[in-house]
């Protein structure tokens, strides 16, 4: 069954540079890379308040959106239980890449288990949309701009590697813009509420997959939710 465009033949016939490209674009939506990008905002915000004047807070709430996205991506891949497209787990490294960088390479442009809905593509919505709705830096619009256009490339370097077809990351963007507005509405850009939602989220997730990395969501959500009840109620104390 094919749902839609792409597929490993149409990344087959695109130049190697360009799938390349593409592999390094698409870790823009990689779960290492957007913690590594809030824990950077964590330490710039608190240097420079024109980011936004509360660096904890926004970093919590943006990382909780980040797991409850993953958590919400594991339970609609486990409920549809739908594949890539065929050939996505495998890759051939050009032969300019040297040895030593063919490993990486091949990591960068695979991909594995259920393919719908693109997790990159709805994680890709929900946290930098998440964000545009929560810094300070320029203006609201601007942010959106921002986000839509690296949601934009995020999406279309998972068609162009051949690891999702179209349907696959466009499901992803429209369950990430619908996840975020709920978000919002709910938590009122509270980390607390966001944490709690993640992790019932992530109960969902490990009841539906059972598997570790599901396991491990749900145990960062709670853990974050008890931490930061804590040290939020202790703040409110002292003052």
Same mark, same amino acid.
């Given at each position: 069954?094919?749902?839609?465009?792409?597929?490993?033949?149409?990344?087959?016939?695109?130049?190697?540079?360009?799938?390349?490209?593409?592999? %390094?674009?698409?870790?823009?939506?990689?779960?290492?890379?957007?913690?590594?990008?809030?824990?950077? %905002?964590?330490?710039?915000?608190?240097?420079?308040?024109?980011?936004?004047?509360?660096?904890? /807070?926004?970093?919590?709430?943006?990382?909780?959106?980040?797991?409850?996205?993953?958590? %919400?991506?594991?339970?609609?891949?486990?409920?549809?239980?739908?594949?890539?497209?065929?050939?996505?787990?495998?890759?051939?490294?050009?032969?300019?890449?040297?040895?030593?960088?063919?490993?990486?390479?091949? /990591?960068?442009?695979?991909?594995?288990?259920?393919?719908?809905?693109?997790?990159?593509?709805?994680?890709?919505?929900?946290?930098?949309?998440?964000?545009?709705?929560?810094?300070?830096?320029?203006?609201?619009?601007?942010?959106?701009?921002?986000?839509?256009?690296?949601?934009?490339?995020?999406?279309?370097?998972?068609?162009?590697?051949?690891?999702?077809?179209?349907?696959?990351?466009?499901?992803?963007?429209?369950?990430?813009?619908?996840? %975020?507005?709920?978000?919002?509405?709910?938590?009122?850009?509270?980390?607390?509420?966001?944490?709690?939602?993640?992790?019932?989220?992530?109960?969902?997730?490990?009841?539906?997959?059972?598997?570790?990395?599901?396991?491990?969501?749900?145990?960062?959500?709670?853990?974050?939710?008890?931490?930061?009840?804590?040290?939020?109620?202790?703040?409110?104390?002292?003052?």
């Amino acid at each position: 069954m094919t749902r839609g465009f792409g597929g490993a033949e149409f990344a087959s016939q695109l130049p190697d540079v360009v799938v390349a490209v593409a592999g %390094l674009v698409t870790q823009l939506g990689d779960m290492w890379f957007v913690v590594v990008a809030i824990a950077l %905002l964590f330490v710039l915000g608190r240097k420079y308040q024109w980011i936004t004047d509360s660096p904890a /807070s926004d970093s919590v709430y943006l990382l909780a959106l980040a797991v409850g996205a993953y958590s %919400l991506t594991v339970a609609l891949k486990h409920a549809f239980a739908l594949p890539r497209p065929p050939g996505a787990a495998t890759a051939t490294a050009p032969s300019w890449i040297p040895a030593l960088g063919r490993g990486a390479y091949e /990591s960068l442009v695979t991909g594995d288990g259920f393919g719908f809905p693109s997790g990159h593509a709805l994680k890709t919505t929900v946290v930098y949309g998440g964000a545009a709705f929560a810094l300070d830096v320029w203006n609201r619009r601007r942010r959106l701009a921002v986000a839509g256009l690296v949601t934009a490339l995020v999406a279309a370097s998972r068609v162009f590697l051949g690891v999702h077809y179209t349907v696959d990351v466009v499901a992803g963007c429209l369950v990430g813009v619908a996840f %975020l507005a709920v978000a919002i509405r709910l938590t009122d850009q509270r980390p607390a509420r966001a944490l709690a939602l993640s992790t019932g989220l992530g109960g969902v997730a490990f009841a539906t997959a059972g598997t570790a990395k599901a396991g491990l969501a749900l145990a960062a959500a709670a853990v974050g939710f008890v931490v930061w009840t804590a040290v939020d109620r202790r703040a409110v104390g002292a003052e």
